[in-house]
């Protein structure tokens, strides 16, 4: 329910090596561009400052490609960079290692040559393929480094949620997390229904579902009605002793175009409304910071009957705000912060909401509200091929310095769990989106979730039982 295509890739912008290494690294393989296997792409020199004869250009067409042909002495796991010029703007490629997962690249605007990092790629021994592929096209590869990854130290997550009043439930939960943390990862679903479907067609349960607010906003309710039920649906996965996750597609209070293009019903996108999140903030006597607060306060209800009901919450509001695609993100990263406060603030210390694991869902430092009030870091990634999304896990991991659990919250693809223990992505959870990934043969085949569902390191409602005790 968002600009999936868009919010995988968004995901990757974003840190960026501030310069090029000038440290000279035994280990480290460099491979130019102009001598790998070229396909529909071309060598040019019209850009000064490249290495070694040129580089390559000319990915105009979906499947135009640079592939290199890299050795490893071993199996080995390797950091690599992308040495880019983002003439044109800035723009995205496809990854893919030896022909199967894929991950993006992002490449910021530059006018001259720029070093981008493309996360980690586990090399096999001998022989291994990296296809650079089009995606969003128009950009120059100089040439790629592979560097041996460092080890990651042992985990030390800090054991105090943020909410100094965060009561039992909340702490059985995080306390629990943390105990499986690198050593398993916890299955997970968007909506109970689609969580059904796994049990159907799998022939195991998630540990986590994930639910969505979406039909409390009041802008909804004014138009729909109270028809929402996934409170219930929270209720009753946490009775089957399941894990329950809950985000919010927040609908703007005011200002929906509600036009056949742009109906109320797509509200939570910036293109749906011209509801403005800076002025609204701006200044707390204006009737759209009241409004601001009435939905805060409407969704306030809703939590606190999961509170009742005994029910800890991972909870994931302002989702994906860095990529501007909702109202929340539309006017930066400032605005943003602001709102996160807010709502902490006011479902905290007002309303004394005491179950709520705070989980932030963007990956850029500048858009991040503060250790203070985070407990959880998470990405939403929508890249095809299982991988194990070690760029977004690495930069959440600088994000916390190491401190804060991380989870993968929406994702496209179930991840592979071999992939994601050599990859050292230890999420502590990963939960697939519904209609049209986990349901759709070309996301997640039927095959390889029943390998993903039975696996060991996987962790499935029926395994993670008696959780609060643990
Ligand atoms: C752990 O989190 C608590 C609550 O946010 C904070 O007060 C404390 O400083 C943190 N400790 C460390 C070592 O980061
Ligand atoms: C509140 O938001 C609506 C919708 O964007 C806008 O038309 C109106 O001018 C705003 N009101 C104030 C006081 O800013
Ligand atoms: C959050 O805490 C980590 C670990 O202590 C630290 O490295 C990081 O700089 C902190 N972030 C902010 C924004 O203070
Ligand atoms: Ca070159």
Redesign the pocket.
Known sequence: MSNRWFAGSLKAALVFAAGISTAVCQDALNFEAEDAVLSGTVVDTALAGYSGTGYVTGFDEATDKLTFTVTSDSLKLYDISVRYAGIYGEKRTSMILNGGSSSEVYFAASDTWATAEGGQVLLEEGDNTIDFVSNWGWYLIDSITLTPSAPRPPHDINTSLVNPNANANAYALYDYLISIYGKNILSGQQDLAFANWITENIGKTPAVVSVDLMDYSPSRVEFQGNIATTMEDAITHHRRGGIVSVLWHWNAPTGLYNTDEQPWWSGFYTRATDFNVATALADTTNANYTLIIRDIDAIAVQLKRLQRAGVPVLFRPLHEAEGGWFWWGAQGAEPAKKLWDLLYDRLTNHHCINNLIWTWNSLAADW?P??STVDILSADVYSQGHGPMSSEYNQLYEL??G?KLIAATEVGAAPLPDLLQAYQADWVYFAVWGSQFIDNPQWNPVDVLKKIYNDEYVLTLDEIQGWAGK
């Open positions: 991040y503060g250790n916390g310095g401190k």
